[in-house]
């Protein structure tokens, strides 16, 4: 295991690795090469004395993933993602925590702005939540908005979901992920293709995203700027040959930029989470018929937006009280959620 952590403070791709492993046999051979079978490797001065040199960081990293249970999972194990190893590009490692299983092969990644508007929010929880009730797994970023609201949606909808970091598996990244991580690995995992203790450095997101696309069967953009980050995860996706939806969008709002100018070069139109049925497969969730009063019924129908407390008080004439009490109600049926600023949003769309 040691020789793979320490594989990994290289800069070398899963291709390069291969071609390592066919003419030393082993990592362990490999590290054991003077300075002249490097360089008749191939590998320059520069590159021989990292190789020669194990980085002192080493040490404290596999500290670190024994204290934290994380699994190192090379490209020539089981264990490793079918769905990610095809591709050249995928990395020769990954540090796992929590857990991926054989069905996360049936994935959807979801991604899109850190800014989202009301609209891409709801879009991007409430496909992730009836994606994760019908046995999809959800991929995405751990990025502040449709990010974190793709990871919701599929926590909230008991569903399985992979986070992808542009950093360490130890350093969560944004700090407001930490709570969300904690749930993911519970459910899901955190994976990275850099070892504990690497910092969330710009150059990692471009990198981090071609396994967000590669270990997603789809992908749908929900929003985004056009010089959003997300063009990079599309990409990936298009190089691996993946589908790829986009959501129309306000063509007045800057997010909506980005999936309107992907929709015109191709994308294909995202209507409804029904629209990816054709690239995954879909369990019926067992659910009960949820029965509600007129009162209930009244308040969804206002809800066709984020609404206030003041705002429905005054549509439905109902005390703020029983009002409070009617919406407690809905959100343990599942069928609304607050959304902060003493706002309330419908689940359903």
């Not at 019926?284 to 705002?311: A, G, H, N, W």
Request: proline share 7%.
């Amino acid at each position: 295991m040691i020789e793979w952590v320490r594989l990994s403070f290289l800069d070398l791709g899963k291709e390069r690795v291969k071609e390592i492993l066919e003419k030393t046999g082993s990592l362990s051979q490999f590290f054991s090469l003077s300075r002249n079978d490097l360089l008749s490797l191939g590998f320059d001065e520069e590159e021989a004395d990292e190789i020669l040199n194990p980085p002192p960081a080493l040490e404290d990293a596999v500290k670190k993933i024994e204290k934290l249970n994380i699994k190192v999972i090379p490209f020539i194990s089981p264990a490793y993602p079918a769905s990610l190893n095809v591709f050249p590009a995928s990395p020769p490692v990954l540090f796992v925590r929590g857990e991926i299983k054989p069905e996360d092969e049936n994935a959807c990644g979801i991604v899109g702005t850190r800014l989202p508007s009301d609209y891409g929010r709801k879009i991007a929880y409430d496909t992730a939540r009836k994606l994760a009730e019908r046995g999809v797994t959800v991929v995405s970023g751990l990025a502040r908005g449709i990010d974190t609201q793709a990871h919701l949606g599929a926590l909230e909808g008991n569903g399985r979901t992979i986070g992808v970091l542009g950093c360490g598996p130890d350093r969560i990244y944004p700090a407001s992920a930490r709570a969300i991580a904690e749930r993911i690995m519970e459910n899901g995992a955190i994976v990275s293709e850099f070892p504990p203790g690497t910092p969330p450095l710009k150059h990692h997101f471009p990198r981090r995203n071609r396994i967000i696309s590669g270990l997603s069967r789809v992908l749908l953009v929900v929003e985004a700027t056009m010089r959003s980050g997300t063009f990079s995860t599309v990409s990936w996706a298009l190089e691996q040959g993946k589908e790829v939806f986009a959501v129309p969008g306000d063509i007045t709002r800057r997010t909506s930029e980005g999936t309107n100018y992907l929709i015109k070069s191709g994308a294909r139109v995202f209507t409804s989470w029904e629209d990816l049925s054709s690239f995954l497969n879909l369990t019926p969730p067992e659910r009960k018929p949820v029965e509600l009063s007129q009162e209930e019924k009244l308040i969804l129908s206002l809800l066709e937006e984020p609404r206030t407390l003041d705002y429905l008080i005054a549509k439905t004439d109902l005390s703020p009280q029983r009002l409070f009490s009617l919406l407690l109600l809905l959100e343990v049926k599942g069928k609304i959620r607050e959304i902060g600023g003493k706002r309330w949003e419908r689940i359903e769309f």
